[in-house]
């Protein structure tokens, strides 16, 4: 019995730890490097039902900036696998359901204090080795921006569930927060340790139990993940990781009777997929499924004449090229006046050739490798057909090597033609290409930015004139769910900044805000009648 109404602590952001030489973050964190490294592969079975199922189909994890390196072994999980996982999501269902709100918020503070301390060093050399970031680009993944959806989402919760309805004379309304029911299919992507936790983690949190199905080049991370939420507290069969290759897995649970909910985030193409299965099994559902999908972005960095140059050029080396452009709201196209691309060039110029490249254990590294052969193959091929195009100018990079681990340098490109394909599609690679246009054509430029390509996540402008800003921030409002003034257009702090596009880069139901809590939960309006009338009869009868 709680008996009490307990409010959940205010949340603030966790703090970025500097890793700088001589910290004992550093050391320590260096120490963990070391240590799994130099482990054995570890072997990362499906969770179902708080039980490691291994299977016969597995397949190495390896380390992306050192492909020869094995981390661990997955077993690949087939659809009889992922059958028993949604069982023993349906079988936890209940009692995770009635568990009051207060104990399950306990859980996941427990599991953000855990990361802040104990887990840091784990989840960010996971996290380092597996899916090839540098200290920085982990700490505020895997260490702050997790927690800070655990402690922010928790909060949250509590502000929907205070939402109550107004009551009339003899009657009292409330509103009740239903889990939804069934259970919820999670599908995460390998650029985000955190995406990769708070997909599955948000709809738990609402009360749900879920199907966590991690990418396969994340699942070092996610093995990790799972460990740590065990230790939380989280009871068994609320979340059930089912690792392995996308469609065997998606087969068979899209089509379940049972789906309430399918919380992706990913590429474009996959998201469109699974709706279209979702849509095609519409008559097999027991009722609608939720769709949230965070998908693929083609984001914009617009510099206008009165723009400061210098904050341009280093807008577009962080936002272009951190975690190797491997970011949905890396930018990737930019369009800078003719009377300020000299000076931007040569700053860019500068900064670029001050990166290095290589592994993540080198901390001087900016630069470490893209995800995997696959990656590697795609963004090469658009590096190798630009290099061959006309109307195309390497500015800067190019190169790439395979030999040891998946490299490819920052890559700048100048374009004449503003629809050439490196302006329009996702490449979700270190390759940023830029278009010069004459200062004059400023407005039209705005209308190029917006009619580019189908996505619309986030995007950047970047000027000293105020009327330009206000300009722009009209002009461009439909062109991303995320826009930046005078900043790059990456990097979204959850409870600051919500993140999501419209458009085909996603329904918008912005991460790190209530209103992705509100997709997890089914209201239920409740009246109550404290003396209720004994005859139909109304006074107008008379
Ligand atoms: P992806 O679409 O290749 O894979 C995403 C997930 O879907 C993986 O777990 C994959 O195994 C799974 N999958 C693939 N086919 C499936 C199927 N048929 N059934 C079920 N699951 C299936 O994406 P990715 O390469 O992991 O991530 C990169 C993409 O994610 C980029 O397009 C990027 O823009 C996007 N992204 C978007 C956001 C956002 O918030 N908008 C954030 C991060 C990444």
């Not at 709100?101 to 996290?127: C, E």
């Not at 979702?278 to 499924?289: F, L, N, S």
């Not at 491997?326 to 000076?343: E, G, I, N, V």
């Not at 390497?394 to 340098?409: P, R, V």
Request: with cysteine; proline share 7%.
């Amino acid at each position: 019995m709680t008996n009490s109404r307990a409010s959940v602590p205010t949340p603030v952001n966790e703090p970025v730890r500097s890793y700088a030489p001589g910290s004992p973050e550093r050391a320590s964190l260096q120490r963990h490097l070391a240590q799994m490294k130099a482990q054995d592969p570890v072997q990362i079975p499906a969770i179902i039902g708080g039980e490691a199922v291994m299977t016969d189909t597995q397949q190495d994890v390896v380390a992306p900036h050192e492909h020869a390196h094995v981390l661990g072994h997955l077993h690949n999980v087939g659809a009889p696998e992922a059958k028993q996982a949604v069982d023993a999501a349906l079988a936890a269902r209940e009692a995770w359901g009635r568990m009051a709100w207060q104990d399950r918020a306990a859980i996941f503070l427990k599991a953000a204090d855990l990361l802040a301390g104990p887990w840091r060093d784990t989840l960010n050399a996971s996290t380092m080795l597996g899916q090839s970031k540098n200290v920085y680009q982990a700490e505020i993944d895997s260490a702050c921006e997790l927690i800070d959806f655990l402690r922010f989402n928790v909060k949250f919760m509590e502000f929907i569930y205070e939402q109550q309805p107004i009551s009339s004379p003899g009657v009292w309304n409330r509103t009740q927060y239903r889990p939804l029911e069934g259970f919820v299919f999670a599908v995460t992507p390998f650029n985000f340790t955190a995406i990769q936790a708070n997909l599955p983690i948000a709809p738990a949190m609402m009360g749900n139990t879920v199907v966590f199905k991690p990418s396969h080049t994340a699942t070092y991370s996610a093995h990790y993940t799972m460990q740590l939420l065990a230790e939380a507290g989280l009871p068994p069969g609320v979340i059930n990781m089912v690792p392995g290759r996308g469609a065997p897995i998606g087969d068979a649970i899209m089509v379940h009777p049972e789906l309430a909910g399918l919380h992706f985030t990913g590429s474009t193409r996959t998201f469109k997929h699974l709706w279209k299965m979702a849509g095609q099994h519409i008559d097999t559902y027991k009722g609608y499924p939720r769709l949230v999908g965070e998908t693929g972005g083609k984001d914009f960095v617009v510099a206008h004449p009165s723009a400061d140059a210098q904050a341009v050029a280093t807008a577009l080396v962080r936002g272009a090229f951190e975690y190797q452009g491997q970011k949905c709201s890396a930018a990737s196209r930019a369009y800078l006046p003719a009377s300020l691309w000299p000076t931007i060039q040569t700053a860019m110029k500068e900064q670029l050739d001050e990166i290095k490249m290589g592994t993540v254990e080198d901390f001087s590294n900016f630069i470490n490798a893209v995800i995997s052969e696959r990656a590697f193959n795609d963004i090469t091929s658009y590096i190798d057909a630009a290099k061959a195009a006309d109307g195309v100018t390497l500015i800067h990079g190019g190169g790439y090597d395979d030999s040891e681990g998946y490299f490819i340098e920052p890559t700048v490109f100048q374009v004449e033609d503003p629809m050439y394909r490196t302006m329009c599609e996702e490449i979700f690679g270190p390759v940023l290409t830029v278009y010069v246009y004459e200062d004059k054509r400023f407005d039209e430029i705005l209308k190029v930015v917006d009619a580019t390509s189908p996505y619309a996540l986030t995007g950047s402008i970047f000027a000293q004139d105020r009327r330009i800003i206000a300009q722009a921030t009209e002009a461009l409002e439909q062109s991303a769910g995320n826009f930046y003034i005078n900043d790059k257009p990456t990097g979204a702090v959850v409870g600051q900044q919500p993140f999501g596009g419209a458009r085909a880069s996603g329904t918008n139901d912005k991460a790190g805000a209530y209103l992705n809590l509100l997709r997890w939960t089914s209201p239920r309006s409740i009246k109550e009648t404290f003396a209720p009338p004994h005859h139909f009869g109304y006074p107008f009868l008379g």
